[in-house]
């Protein structure tokens, strides 16, 4: 039947010494070639047609990558992106059909059959050993997506808790609303890692040599490329259980005063008397003293102090009353406890006096400190006393004016 439809595409060939057979299958050939050529065509057709079209209507429907209103990919850079898939999406197509095509035009004849059987069994055997795995993976891939849906629901069940905590909705005994989020965070890492751990046996190819290195690579890398981030990160977390301070108190952290403007996991950021953004890590912070003038001034207030030294010729009854005015007549400071004076050592030839103030305003340290200056000169000056020989000198150090408010008020 080969035969006979041979002679009637070509004819009858005896007289030109030609094999119908053979040129049967020739002919076959160069109809597949010719079909061949016009699928490529069309497929270079039709992704030039969707390239043309990315370009034309990428300023109207495509937008910017933009996550948390942090733009990550320009609308240029995204045409880009699709035009590069477009041209690997059109090489693979071409060479796809490039690879069923060759087989076909093998198989029509004798000499090349067995190639096309070995080329078919290339493109075959892959994808039914990808098959088979697919199915017997089925049950694994399953069980990752259970223990994922059950970490992520954990998760939000915890993120519902921490907000009520930390809005006060909900109050625990002994758990402090600005524990919430920290906690919350921590409880986070810690689930996402046990559930690692858990899917881990179950990916493809876990148990693989290749898989186990990598693994063991990155472990080494973390662990030697991390240590400092490790430590300030869990010094960070005892800062946070610890609460020595909170954002907006006016802390020292060894020779440094500042606001606290910001707590992280890793570091703690301080604004000083020159607006300057001081970083310090966790480390630094939980090894050093921290002072929290805040915190001193919760119940009666934090005591402001100033030193006199005067001279014996001057009465110390009289210093008192002087400094105790100045003190009264100092703005921002607490009528009770009343201002009071210590007499801290005496000298040679002068007395050491220090006044005593109380204040609750805590971001008005600097002004109140520059107003009693002021009024410790004008109350001497009135008493007929010179300052000109003794000096006043403070004994606290790095005081920090009013944060955005240069005036103090």
Request: charged fraction near 15%; charge should be positive.
């Amino acid at each position: 039947m080969e035969s006979n439809f041979a002679e009637r595409l070509f004819g009858n060939l005896s007289h030109l010494d030609i094999d119908p057979d053979l040129a049967w299958r020739f002919g076959i050939t160069i109809i597949v070639i010719a079909v061949q050529a016009l699928v490529i065509w069309l497929v270079l057709l039709f992704f030039g047609k969707l390239a043309a079209m990315i370009k034309s209507g990428a300023k109207n429907k495509i937008k910017p990558l933009v996550i948390k209103k942090a733009r990550i990919l320009s609308v240029k850079q995204i045409e880009n992106v699709l035009l590069f898939f477009l041209r690997i999406m059109k090489f693979l197509v071409i060479v796809f059909q490039l690879f069923i095509s060759l087989p076909i035009i093998f198989s029509f004849h004798p000499a090349t059959a067995g190639l096309s059987s070995t080329i078919f069994g290339y493109i075959l055997s892959p994808l039914r050993n990808v098959l088979s795995s697919f199915v017997e993976y089925i049950p694994n891939f399953i069980t990752i997506i259970i223990f994922i849906l059950i970490t992520r629901y954990v998760i939000k069940a915890l993120r519902f808790f921490a907000k009520q905590i930390s809005s006060e909705n909900l109050v625990l005994p002994g758990f402090y609303a600005d524990w919430a989020w920290p906690t919350f965070h921590l409880l986070r890492v810690l689930l996402i890692a046990f559930a690692v751990a858990i899917i881990y046996p179950y990916l493809p190819g876990s148990d693989s040599r290749i898989f186990q290195g990598v693994s063991v690579f990155v472990g080494i890398l973390f662990s030697f490329g991390s240590s400092s981030a490790i430590g300030n990160l869990v010094a960070g977390l005892v800062i946070t259980y610890m609460r020595p301070f909170k954002v907006g108190d006016r802390i020292k952290i060894k020779d440094i005063t500042g606001y606290v403007v910001e707590k992280s996991p890793f570091v703690v950021r301080l604004k000083n008397i020159k607006n300057e953004n001081i970083t310090l890590p966790n480390l630094t912070v939980l090894n050093s003293d921290v002072i929290n003038y805040n915190t001193f001034g919760e119940h009666d207030g934090l005591i402001l102090h100033v030193d006199v030294t005067m001279g014996y010729d001057v009465p110390w009854r009289q210093v008192y009353d002087v400094l105790v005015r100045a003190a009264s007549k100092t703005p921002h400071i607490e009528e009770n406890p009343k201002p009071f004076v210590h007499q801290k050592s005496l000298d040679d030839f002068s007395a050491t006096y220090e006044i005593n103030v109380y204040t609750k305003e805590i971001n008005r340290v600097p002004l109140i400190y520059s107003l009693l200056y002021q009024h410790i000169q004008d109350e001497f000056i009135a008493e007929g006393i010179s300052l000109f020989i003794p000096h006043i000198h403070n004994n606290s150090v790095n005081i920090i004016p009013p944060a955005g408010d240069g005036n103090g008020s």
